[in-house]
């Protein structure tokens, strides 16, 4: 009887491996496609929390101020009035810490009560894409009413 010689059939082929390596080429490119929107994502969430930072940290100092009862200090309700020494803007590059970022307070009386304020800080901030910071900005609003005890 003559033998037959058989191969083992085991292992990929060079066209299969080439196949393999083709289909993951064009999901690695996908994805990295994918990568400097979702950073561009990232940073523009960072950028919002800070500016509602700022514009939180802002509110409590006014509300500290209008609570002040130091004698001679100039503070206290009644002072927290529009363009008032508590309520001063903060323009680009005057935030220590945060250049790009600028604040506005708006203080308006409650037209229900004399003793009621509106306070309004309002943080503009650079928006920013994939391709880096743009000049055009992006804001945050916050308000709250503060009231005399």
Same mark, same amino acid.
Request: aromatic content about 4%; overall charge negative; charged content about 10%.
């Given at each position: 009887m003559t033998g037959f010689c058989r191969r083992e059939q085991s292992g990929f082929t060079l066209?299969?491996?080439?196949?393999? %390596?083709?289909?993951l080429m064009i999901g690695l490119?996908?994805?990295?496609?994918?990568? *400097? $929107?979702?950073? +561009?994502?990232?940073?523009? &969430?960072? =950028?919002q929390s800070t500016?509602?930072?700022l514009a939180e /940290?802002?509110?409590?100092?006014i509300k500290a101020w209008s $609570?002040?009862?130091? +004698?001679?200090? &100039?503070?206290?309700?009644?002072?927290?009035?529009?363009?008032?020494a508590c309520c001063a803007n903060d323009g680009f590059n005057t935030i220590p810490g945060y250049p790009e970022y600028s604040r506005t307070v708006t203080i308006t *009386? @409650? *037209?229900?009560?004399p003793t009621r304020r509106v306070v309004r800080v309002q943080i503009q901030y650079r =928006?920013?894409?994939?391709?880096?910071?743009?000049?055009?900005? /992006? /804001?945050? @609003? %916050?308000?709250?009413?503060?009231?005399q005890h």
């Open positions: 066209v299969e491996l080439l196949v393999a %390596i083709a289909i490119v996908a994805v990295m496609q994918w990568f *400097p $929107l979702g950073t +561009a994502g990232v940073e523009t &969430g960072r =950028r500016g509602v930072f /940290q802002k509110l409590e100092q $609570l002040s009862t130091a +004698a001679g200090a &100039g503070q206290g309700f009644d002072t927290v009035v529009q363009g008032g *009386p @409650d *037209p229900a009560s =928006r920013v894409t994939a391709q880096g910071v743009l000049t055009s900005g /992006q /804001q945050v @609003d %916050i308000a709250t009413l503060i009231a």
